[in-house]
């Protein structure tokens, strides 16, 4: 592997967290720009380079009444129009998609996933139906992950949107919220209101250069190479949302105009592999490690005004024989904590039986006896041990 093949590989909790932390400085710099310029005119060449990039992404999204995260609408098949980047409507919805940035990036607990995770997770998501979201999906109700090595996703060709396998768009992070969601209804185009998530997708520079560009020319010639120099080390390449409960399936139109739960195919892997790796976060096989973020790295995050949680960097290993025995234990005795955590306020899934027996007849899990239900916040580990706390790293690694 060479040096510039190295640079794809972003290893570890803490260059996660570095990576979250710049995330929100970005986005910090162009919600500071909105309130202090709002009502007043727009000096577009004084516009912070994210803040361009936003106007330039919700440019991508069909002209239409609507708010910023419709139910399954994204800009996988559409081209971006540059002619609306500064008109009204469209600088509203900008605004409104770094608000939400703001607060997903200040509450998200960051999720690190490791390349031989990823591998597993891309199997299983292949082999998943197009299933619904549910609450109960959710590992925590806002989260950023941050892949070490990019998801690649087939992209469009730029000019017929055909979807080609040849052509590879790199993901470096999703980032995740609870939040109303939009349904629209195609027969009559309202829009209803629903509970789910928003979710925006990021992508890096370095490897949209070495992966995107390079899968371009290789694949369609020279003319269709992209510039690169965004003057950011991370966009938001798509933001869309997911409502919970909702029936759907994927198509494959180029013009991205689908019916009632036609989701496009871009759209369905990305909600394919979200539903995977919530699911994984569940298993009972996962093991929890807790680290303690170095203290750069605290440093770090207090001089952005990185708002500190609760919790540590939690890595979740998949076998237990492995955590005994780097501490020097047998597999069947238990852990020993020296001190003790706050517990973060959570949504749990709870069995009543009255409701009916926790599995269906086909083995698949009942909805209709399980309830979720609020866990508040509480202490964890030895009571008699010292408080510690600091922000959540979820790491996947193996």
Known sequence: MTETDTRLFWSGPGRALDAHIDLFNSISTAKTYIERHRGKAVNKAALPAVLLQRLGLMASFPVSKMEVQVDGESVAPLQSDSRRMFDEYNMMRAF??????????????????????????????????????????????????????????????????????????????????????QVRDFDTGTLTEKGGIHYTIYADEHSFVKIYNETLVKALGEDYRVPSDLSLPMWASDATAWAFGMPWKTGNEPNGQFGAGLIHANVAMTRRWLLAYFRWCWQRILVPERYTPKSYERRRAARSNFQITDGHIKVLRLRREMEAERHGESQESTFAYTHQWVVRAHPRRQWYPSLGPARNDDGSFNQDSHRLIWIEPHLAGNPFGPLVSGHNVVAAVR
Request: proline share 10%; glycine share 4%.
């Open 96 to 181: 409104g998609l770094v608000q939400q940035e703001y607060k997903t990036l200040n509450e998200a607990e960051t999720h690190y996933v490791s390349h031989h995770v990823m591998a597993t997770l891309e199997t299983a998501a292949e082999a998943m139906d197009d299933e619904p979201l549910f609450p109960t999906d959710l590992p925590s109700p806002t989260g950023l992950i941050v892949f070490e090595y990019p998801m690649l996703i087939p992209d469009l060709h730029p000019d017929t949107g055909e979807l080609r396998t040849d052509i590879l768009m790199p993901i470096r992070a999703i980032g995740w919220t609870l939040a109303p969601v």
